[in-house]
């Protein structure tokens, strides 16, 4: 999910429409999920602001999820869930 854009409040829309998506998903039977958020923050600083509130914001539901900045901390974690067949 990418927040690189042109100003806070397209921020802000884009995690509240993000968050009622995931309480439509609190609603369903579908339980046992989790979901990753991989964040592209935007690179010069500018809406740090506007990135926190969108964080507190996803965070709002019950949902089973976990927010990451770093592609490569995601990356590592992803690589040692997977099994490989022996």
Request: aromatic content about 6%.
């Amino acid at each position: 999910m990418s927040f690189d854009l042109s100003d806070a409040k397209n921020i802000i829309d884009k995690s509240i429409l993000l968050n009622g998506q995931l309480r439509q998903l609190e609603k369903s039977k579908l339980k046992d999920v989790k979901i990753d958020f991989v964040i592209h923050e935007p690179t010069d600083g500018k809406f740090q602001d506007a990135i926190d509130e969108a964080k507190a914001i996803l965070n709002e539901n019950d949902i089973n999820k976990q927010l990451f900045t770093d592609l490569k901390i995601y990356s590592e974690q992803i690589v040692s869930h997977i099994a490989l067949p022996s």
